[in-house]
């Protein structure tokens, strides 16, 4: 269907919707406000573009008057751009929504090839994304960050909460390839490691329904680095979802009872991403897809610290600003990612 005919057909649901709520009783009228209130967004829309086009046209038609034409000019000029830009807009509008991206996201760092210099970029990368949180005003919750002894990390978790989270920082999902001289090497050799990222839909209870007899819950006394936080309890959890294999340890918190709570909430998010995966098939968001194996061939994204540049292989995005990436700049990155996403889901669906 040609876009104007959907346009068409939405202004005259809308129409139709508020015919029906005059009359209406009891719980249809919630169920019909509802999908009015849905509605009405894309009709304030579509009626910006169809101004916009008309004022274009009456602009245009005025041109061939010679005493209206420079008045008309600027006004032609000005709608003849806008209504590109308002179509674009609506066109975004009409896409089929991903419900998680309005919400928050765990986010998951691990060291992958490259042993303790992957595990010290590992932590560079978790400490640049709590910035770029700060630089957006999202809270980043620490749920579990096992320090190795250089200094690096075996693995961190965080949530990450605020408006429209996960639809940021879905595309970083994958295998980050650094490429620099580690501070452990003296002969000035450039090294190759890999960091797996993976981020996840938070779930709520109403997501996921979880059976406490598909679990399996085993603790442990926690350990840290060199020793540290060392503790003389069995406070670490780890969970193991029977069904699925899925298994997410927490040691974090001295507490048995925090650490359970962190661990349900990572697993539950584990979960909702993989039942996700399998309803959007197409989408291939399950983690798995997300992390890969870690090879050094996999990557998504390389940070080159010689040359001072990020790339982002999928959209042939370079960047020669390294430093400043890694202080949480992101949004130049982030930014083309979405881009890239909307032109081509624009094109897949034909809207």
Known sequence: ??????LDRLLYRADELRALLETA????????AKELSELEPL?????????????RD?????????????????????????????????????LPKDAADAGSAILEIRPAAGGDEAGLFAAELFAAYQKYAAARGWRFGVLDYDES??????????????????????????????????ATETQGRIHTSTVTVAVLPQAEDVDV????????IDTYRASGAGGQHVNKTDSAVRITHIP???VVAMQEERSQHKNRAKAMKVLRARLYEAQRSQAVASRSA????????????????????????????????TLHKIDRVMQGEMDDIIDALIAEDEAARLAAEGV
């Open 286 to 317: 399950d983690r798995r897809a997300q992390v890969g194996t870690g090879d050094r061939s996999e990557r998504i994204r390389t940070y080159n610290f010689p040359q001072g540049r990020v790339t982002d292989h999928r959209i042939g995005l």
């Open 209 to 216: 329904q979880i059976n406490e007899s598909d679990l399996r």
């Open 149 to 182: 002894e250089l200094g690096g990390i075996k693995g961190a978790v965080a949530e990450v909460e605020g408006q429209g989270v996960f639809a940021r920082l879905k595309f970083e999902s994958g295998v980050h390839r650094v490429q620099r001289v580690p």
């Open 58 to 94: 009456e602009a245009e038609a005025l041109l061939a008057d010679p005493e209206m034409r420079e008045l008309a000019e600027a006004e032609y000029y000005a709608q003849r751009d806008a209504v590109p830009v308002l179509e674009r807009e609506l066109r975004l509008m009409l």
């Open 1 to 6: 269907m040609k876009l104007p005919e959907k």
């Open 25 to 32: 009783e009891g719980a249809q009228v919630g169920a019909l």
């Open 244 to 246: 699925t294999g899925t």
């Open 43 to 55: 009709v304030a829309q579509v009626e910006a573009l169809r101004a916009a086009e008309r004022a």
